[in-house]
């Protein structure tokens, strides 16, 4: 049973930065793909950066250049998202997930992914 748990949300002045971090445990494949994705109040499901089984990643024009996702060199099952220059647009409910077969890390994929986190939040004040 996989199971994706979030951790590194919190306040933060715009400007700042935070690292979020997602630990997969259960995993034990050798094709998968992760990414991050956020949700704020009243509004629709972002897709926000991906990683694909090769290691190609996409981003979400809105996050491009300030975000950079990436996996622990030692520990494939370790998926972080560094976020930096936040902005309070940034504010969200940031969600890891994961699938666990081959795929090329486009952000149109994470909607079909099957494995989820419970999420951590993330929020920037002005």
């Known amino acids: 049973q996989v199971q994706l748990v979030e951790s590194g949300g919190g306040s933060v002045q715009a400007g700042g930065s935070l690292r979020l971090s997602c630990a997969a445990y259960?995993?034990?494949?050798?094709?998968?793909?992760m990414g991050w994705f956020r949700q704020a109040p009243g509004k629709e499901r972002e897709a926000v950066a991906a990683i694909g089984s090769d290691g190609t990643t996409s981003y979400a024009d809105s996050v491009k250049g300030r975000f950079t996702i990436s996996q622990d060199n030692a520990k494939k099952n370790t998926l972080y998202l560094q976020m930096n220059s936040l902005k309070p647009e940034d504010t969200a409910m940031y969600y890891c997930?994961?699938?666990?077969?081959?795929?090329?890390?486009?952000?149109?994929?994470?909607?079909?992914?099957?494995?989820w986190g419970q999420g951590t939040q993330v929020t920037v004040f002005s």
């Open positions: 997930a994961a699938e666990t077969r081959y795929c090329s890390g486009g952000l149109g994929e994470l909607y079909g992914y099957n494995y």
């Open positions: 259960g995993f034990t494949y050798s094709s998968y793909c």
